[in-house]
């Protein structure tokens, strides 16, 4: 049985209550670990301890900053194999998906330090003949950074790494669920000895801590991803002390098979879109709007890929899906797919839990669904794929666009026409063009509307932890020393 302490200012140390929360293997309901079940008291300590931190560590040169980057992603490297069991462990998806997800950890680290020397102000040309207007950019502060359980080793890469390199310190927030990972990786700080302070580690339930982490005076910066309603609890919070805010939320992606799509091209990457996670990834496809004149064939295929997907143990390399990652998961998607079978959905394949121990859920297809149902409407975060037909593409475009989402989207065509259409009128941060819902670490990962506010990745993600200082600089133009 794994124990794991906080990690704070340097020092692995015991939570103030003294209590523990255990943390469960969902592909066999067993406890695997015991964390610290940390309080206020422990997350004012641990921003206290990163403000502390920040008066010295924004003043180290990017370069150095960055070479801690590097020796983080060697220790990671390392220690590889072990981090993919232990992904697989507590969060429950396939191996070769956690091999995936910890290379991509690696990689993010590499990345993000290549930003070290490469990001930059701006000198202005002032009104003034003896003035120069230069603009600085300078790390935020403090950020407080909260991981969901879905990616936990990823998106700790994906806060850790911009915040260490632009000079930032962060207090982070795993999931009670998934903290395994971003546990030893804490060990990982403590071995390449990052400055202490820098990076700091609360465990807990997120009811407790969330909102005296997010509405810390101290912190500058939230940098959150998970649900809608947790995101709108942590900019609530956040508002108090006028702290920026980064929500990465939940989606609602759409998928657009056109009677121009290549139908097996369109049943392949839709799946992938769909199962990747067990379907418990924000920009997973969660609807599909395909061409009548084209549904019928569309429908067959991916019923049938449906059908032969493997659903079961995470380590059998032969497995394409795992467990959903609790309980409350499994009862929620069993749920929304009993009501919408209440409301007239029919399904071709799959459609309930498996008899097994673990919370494991069929691959599931539904088709005559209705725009209105909450299977249509709300996020499943399942794999569950419902199906609706259209006509034309005026109606495809504003079937796609009526959600109160804007994440990710896709489109599957031949046809420049519609692919063109679907780039300029699609309301959503991301649209993939015939090929699977999956961002690069260089490009901008970021939603509309309540899919969240800011976003990750690249320069434009890099640039969430900075902030801008305007220095107005007369001179005497005629000195002549």
Known sequence: MKSYQLYINGEFTDGSKGETLDVLNPATEEVVSKIQNGSEEDVNRAIEAAH?????????????RA?????????????????????TEENGKTIDASEGEIDLSIEYFRYMAGWALRYEGEILESERSNENILVYKKPIGVVAGIVPWNFPMFILARKVAPAIVTGCTIV???????????CEFAKIIDEVELPKGVFNLVTGKGSDIGNPLSGHPKVRMVSMTGSYPAGSKVMEAASKSITKVNLELGGKAPAIVTKHADIDLAVEKIKTSRITNSGQACTNAERVYVHESVADEFIEKITDAFKQTSVGDPTDRNNEIG???????????TEMVNNAV?????????????????YYYEPTILTDVKQDMEIIQEEIFGPVLPIM????????IELANDTEYGLSSSIFSENLHEIMRAANELRYGETFVNRENFEAINGFHAGRAQSGIGGADGKHGLNEYLETH????????????
């Open 323 to 333: 467990p959903l990652v609790n309980q409350d998961r499994l009862d929620a998607v």
């Open 52 to 64: 502390s931190a920040f008066l010295t560590w924004e003043r180290v040169p990017s370069k150095e």
């Open 342 to 358: 209440e409301n007239g959905a029919r399904i071709l394949t799959g459609g309930k839990p498996l008899d097994a121990k673990g």
């Open 389 to 396: 037909t259209y006509k034309d593409f005026d109606e495809v």
């Open 172 to 182: 982070l927030k795993p999931s009670q669920y998934t903290p395994n990972t971003a």
């Open 470 to 481: 305007v220095v107005y600089l007369e001179y005497d133009e005629n000195y002549k020393g």
């Open 67 to 87: 070479s801690y980057l590097h020796k983080i992603a060697d220790k990671l490297e390392e220690r590889r194999d072990e981090f993919v069991q232990l992904l």
